[in-house]
């Protein structure tokens, strides 16, 4: 069965230094990928997803991500971070034939430090 | 609002009465979804749909029942609200990745 793990619910950074949110999944087929972020009182939000081809994508706010077929990783990496980027992190992995259901990390909450 | 409405956004209701929930999306999107969100628990489906009239059970759907009628309207029922259905409900549609709406926060007393 497919799972996905993200290490640290809540990971603190300072304004300026590099972001690193790590996810880590479990797949028999070659999935689907997405990173998500929640800012308070909304709905998730699409940051960036790998579907298949370049293993570096390129997501909005500056965040991007590595597949890593090896590892199982999927890490979420921003080199600058901004007070803007305070906000909870979900990355999620595809069902396979399950008429695109997603399993969902518990989330990385996001602190940013001035 | 990337095509997807949920109403009510808040909606206090009392133990013991059916509450509808109502997802509206224009992007004319076959696959939809209904996840509750709960501290401690993440993300979890409640039930989700494949098309008009064909829907399926997610990992929490006891206590709740869901209609498609039209594409762009999927509704999630509690049929006898409990305090324990206090969250923050969440539908979606699939269109490469999720698109989610703002959500609806429902308090059971």
């Known amino acids: 069965a497919q799972s996905v793990t993200q290490l640290g619910s809540h990971v603190s950074v300072s304004e300026g230094a590099l972001v690193l949110l790590r996810c880590n999944y479990s797949?028999?087929?070659?999935?689907?990928l997405f990173w998500y972020v929640q800012y308070p009182n909304q709905g998730l939000q699409l940051l960036l997803k790998?579907?298949?081809?370049a293993t570096l994508v390129k997501g909005i706010n500056g965040f991007e991500a590595e597949f890593k077929k090896s590892e199982t990783s999927f890490h979420l990496t921003k080199p600058s971070a901004h007070m803007s980027d305070a906000a909870e992190y979900f990355c999620?992995?595809?069902?396979?034939?399950?008429?695109?259901?997603?399993?969902w990390g518990a989330g990385t909450k996001l602190i940013i430090k001035p | 609002d990337a095509g997807i409405t949920q109403s009510p956004r808040h909606k206090v209701t009392e133990t013991g009465t059916p509450v509808t929930l109502r997802c509206h999306q224009t992007?004319?999107?076959?696959?939809m979804y209904w996840y509750r969100q709960d501290p401690g628990h993440g993300l979890r489906l409640i039930h989700y749909?494949?098309?008009?009239?064909?829907?399926d059970k997610g990992e929490v759907s006891d206590g709740y029942s869901v209609s498609r009628s039209k594409t762009e309207d999927f509704l999630l029922t509690l049929e006898s609200a409990t305090s324990s259905q206090t969250s923050v409900y969440f539908c979606?549609?699939?269109?490469?990745?999720?698109?989610f709406g703002s959500g609806t926060r429902l308090t059971v007393v």
């Open positions: 979606a549609y699939w269109g490469g990745g999720y698109t």
């Open positions: 992007e004319n999107h076959r696959y």
């Open positions: 749909s494949y098309g008009v009239k064909d829907t």
């Open positions: 797949s028999s087929v070659p999935p689907y």
């Open positions: 790998y579907t298949t081809g």
């Open positions: 999620a992995v595809s069902v396979p034939d399950s008429n695109y259901q997603l399993i």
